[in-house]
């Protein structure tokens, strides 16, 4: 039997990989967007911070997709697809994250992180199977690709599965 | 980017300076000797930074962290972050109670873990202060009780905002008798490393 391997996502980091494998990070105001093709067991992490590049941003020398969302999606499919010949039609989403972890900062960027990221995967036509976003603690993310299962423990509260 | 040898050495002769100095005041706030000791100060992808803090911490109890920012002539970014046992070890040694007394977080806990933010980073403040004569303020510390890996990420947000790679000033806290696992880390924001070189070496 093949023994898992664990891969930790960064801040504006891209994981793509095949079962067996666990894709984990920890969340705050940020978002995981992760797609998975079920037949082939194949998935990627996304671990976005910002809604949207601007026209500033996205001509800045050292500009990294994987921070925003409308960038990072787009590129999390690409490696996708690029790496497994998977389409992003055979691709399901999940998504988790997005609180609001600092509560004197009056920007809820959480909450327009979570937005962004359920926009362009509905621009992209990928289906959002499941998703748990927004209140005040972090998230503990580990998506396993043998099953597609999601195990996602909000701070101080029981594990659950999506 | 490319750092140069200078910047690097500018920043961790800074960096050592002011560990020093924590180190005497930490050990005079709770009366025990502490010993803080620079484990790295390093410039990486903050990919990978978050990703092997996460690593590092890799508990699901939690931790607690106090974030300071530290703006004036230079920016800089600091957390002192610590594992619960540990901040509540804290919590006992500076109200002069007998270590194990303090069995869960609460408003005690959380004042200390924010009272260390504060001096430390006023120690960090006052050492630039004192000995480039620039002007530094501190932020009054937000407590965090998270996992360490959505404390850490919080923290690099502001520098992460603006560019793809971190320089992180890495030490850990040794306390006799005592199994302690507390860190404190110091970021500097925009272009502040390139003034900290110009600081050391004009």
């Known amino acids: ?162 | 980017m490319v750092h140069s040898n200078k910047t690097i050495n500018a920043i961790q002769m800074i960096a050592r300076l002011i560990i020093d100095e924590a180190s005497r005041a930490f050990s005079k706030m709770i009366r025990q000797g502490v010993s803080i000791e620079m484990q790295n100060a390093y410039f990486d992808d903050i990919s990978n930074v978050t990703a092997k803090i996460c690593n590092e911490y890799n508990e699901y109890k939690g931790s607690v962290g106090a974030i300071v920012d530290l703006t004036g002539d230079v920016k800089l970014k600091f957390l002192f972050m610590t594992d619960l046992s540990t901040a509540q070890i804290l919590t006992d040694l500076l109200l002069r109670r007998q270590t194990g007394t303090t069995k869960e977080y609460d408003i005690n806990v959380e004042s200390t873990v924010q009272e260390i933010g504060n001096v430390l980073s006023c120690i960090v403040a006052n050492m630039l202060v004192n000995d480039f004569q620039i002007s530094m303020t501190p932020s009054v510390p937000v407590v965090l009780r998270d996992f360490a890996g959505t404390i850490f990420a919080e923290f690099i947000r502001d520098v992460a905002d603006e560019r793809q790679e971190a320089l992180v000033v890495e030490s850990r806290f040794l306390l006799s008798n005592q199994k302690m696992k507390c860190h404190m880390f110091i970021m500097p924001v925009g272009e502040s490393e390139q003034i900290l070189q110009y600081l050391t070496f004009s």
Not at chain 1, 119 to 148: C, H, M, P, Q, W
Request: with cysteine; proline share 1%; hydrophobic share 40%.
């Open chain 1, 1 to 162: 039997m093949n023994e898992m391997i664990l891969i930790q996502v960064g801040v504006a980091d891209i994981k793509v990989s095949k079962a067996p494998a666990m894709l984990m990070t920890n969340l705050g105001s940020c978002i995981a967007v992760c797609l998975y093709y079920e037949q082939g067991q194949i998935g990627g992490m996304l671990h976005l911070m910002m809604p949207r590049a601007d026209e500033k941003a996205l001509e800045y020398r050292g500009f990294k997709k994987e921070k925003y969302a409308n960038t990072g999606i787009r590129e999390l499919v690409y490696q996708i697809k690029q790496q497994f010949r998977v389409d992003h039609s055979m691709l399901t989403a999940k998504i988790f994250g997005g609180g609001r972890i600092l509560q004197n900062v009056s920007l809820d960027i959480g909450a327009d992180n979570a937005k962004a990221a359920q926009d362009i995967l509905r621009e992209l036509g990928i289906r959002i199977i499941a998703s748990k976003v927004g209140g005040t603690k972090g998230y503990n993310i580990r998506f396993d690709l043998s099953t597609g299962k999601v195990r996602c423990q909000i701070f101080g509260e029981q594990e659950q599965e999506f």
